[in-house]
């Protein structure tokens, strides 16, 4: 077991492992009065390893509380890691679903097969693995033996079950399967691929397919989308396609970055009690520089956030609930000034800016340094471009997204320990970022010109 030595990193309210290492959120669902989130855990050490399943649990999806692990890996279908899923309730019993990993012994490269596995529990705390696991044994023949994350939903009367892959062509695509019974499985058909002539990866992970205000989402994972015009700069994208049909076949959009920051990736949704459509992501990037690993630890998962459509734009934006974490509000103003200081010793904040461009058409800026006055990133909001640059320090600093213009600019920021997420207009555009700083934060909010500023932020806890 890896321990934590230092917690200067320790996030205040988002999920992270108790020690050890995670990365993609898994199994989301809501049983039994809890909402549960699973994810990707190593608890030896501080990097990725034999894959487990951690486990979270919260009543309000605002306080976590730590669970035992749920799944291990080491039988003979997940010999060597219990690979990223999901969950669904059956009969009052809760099923996750989710990929074995193996790999091929005796190969000099680390070959791999792949296989989906189910495990049950009747209390969302106990797991037992199904005794005629796989449930899946093998993709189909043109297919890599990348064959993996299984996303399962109920539609009219059947199970369905998407799942991440590769074709034998390099092509990534969304595998889809139904069943009777969530224990027999047949395969389908190949829900979406991506084009070998677009831009549209090698690999997909992490599938996930729902339909939003009318609109059929396919999100997912891609690796192999090369950088374009300033977007995809991530060593791997999250992004959705819109899919429609034309009869004969499934016609893809273009596809759609969902977060510009540098840490968002394999994301996951589940429907909340009151039927939101919520999603959460591992905040981080493989290979990122993960600072907290010298600690004892690695990894956090976004706040939850809900999905919402702006016409043909999947928007995210963080769930009402997280309001209960406002313990004190620190500072307060609306007033006309060309720039608003404020520090705080304390990490965990909410920052609700509206600033009201009237007839200006100068950047907007947001600043957050350490207590050495040292930017760690700036994000200008450009109003005649209508570009949004967020810029670090490193050769790989900036990411850039796009905002509409409207008389005033709508910000929300989270921000905890070693992480900062900035929401634009609503969700239409957002940053997710980790950040290593200790100490004091001071934040600037400004323009070369005065304009309407007003500023709430309050100090975040989540005791
Ligand atoms: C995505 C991913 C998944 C896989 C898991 C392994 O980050 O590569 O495809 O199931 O991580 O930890």
């Known amino acids: 077991m890896s321990t934590v030595k230092n917690e200067r990193y320790r996030q205040k309210y988002h999920i992270m492992p108790p020690q050890g290492w995670m990365n993609d ?10 909402y549960h989130v699973f994810f990707q855990y190593h608890p030896a050490s501080a990097e990725w390893g034999p894959m487990h399943w951690g486990h979270v649990r919260s009543l309000d999806l605002v306080h976590w509380e730590n669970c035992p692990i749920a799944l291990t890996p080491g039988d003979s279908e997940d010999k060597d890691g219990c690979f990223s899923g999901s969950a669904v309730v059956k009969d009052d019993k809760l099923y996750l679903i989710y990929t074995g990993h193996n790999y091929l ?5 680390q070959e791999v097969w792949e296989n989906q596995n189910i495990a049950i529990s009747e209390d969302g705390l106990r797991f037992q693995k199904y005794v005629k696991n796989p449930v899946i044994t093998t993709p189909p023949s043109d297919n890599s033996t990348d064959f993996r994350d299984p996303k399962v939903w109920f ?12 074709s034998k062509k390099r092509e990534g695509r969304a595998l889809l399967y139904y069943s009777k019974d969530l224990l027999d499985w047949n395969y389908l058909k190949v829900l979406a691929k991506a084009d070998l002539t677009a831009n549209e990866g090698y690999m997909w992970e992490c599938p996930d397919y729902f339909e939003l205000n009318g609109k059929k989402i396919l999100l997912l994972s891609p690796q192999g989308i090369a950088e374009e015009e300033g977007r995809f700069k991530n060593l791997h994208q999250t992004g959705y396609f819109i899919l429609s049909d034309d009869g004969n076949q499934v016609i893809k959009s273009d596809f759609y970055e969902l977060d510009s920051g540098h840490d968002f990736y394999a994301t996951q949704t589940c429907l909340t009690e009151d039927g939101r459509r919520i999603l959460f992501a591992w905040m981080d990037m493989w290979k990122a520089d993960m600072q907290e690993q010298a ?39 609306d007033k006309f000034i060309k720039k608003t200081s404020f520090s705080s010793s304390s990490h965990a904040l909410e920052i609700n800016a509206v600033l009201d461009w009237g007839k200006a058409d100068t950047s907007i800026y947001f600043e957050l340094n350490d207590e050495e006055h040292s930017q760690i990133f700036i994000v200008e909001f450009c109003p005649t471009t209508q570009k949004v640059v967020l810029k670090r320090k490193d050769a ?37 970022e980790r950040f290593y700083a200790e100490g004091k934060l001071s934040i600037n909010l400004c323009s070369r010109i005065l304009i309407k500023q007003k500023l709430d932020v309050y100090r975040l806890s989540s005791s």
């Open 105 to 109: 012994t005796g190969t000099k490269k």
């Open 396 to 432: 790989d600093g900036k990411r850039q997204a796009s905002f509409s213009l409207k008389q005033q600019l709508e910000l929300k920021i989270y921000i905890d320990s070693s992480s900062a997420e900035i929401f634009i207009n609503g969700g239409e555009s957002s940053f997710s």
């Open 155 to 166: 539609e009219d009367g059947l199970w369905y079950m998407v799942l991440g892959s590769q």
């Open 25 to 34: 959120p898994n199994g989301l669902c809501f049983f039994k009065g809890y």
């Open 295 to 333: 600690d004892g630890w690695a990894g956090t998962l976004t706040v939850p956030r809900e999905l919402r459509m702006q016409g043909n734009r999947l928007c995210t934006y963080p769930v009402a609930e997280l309001k209960a974490l406002r313990s004190e509000l620190l500072f307060t103003q």
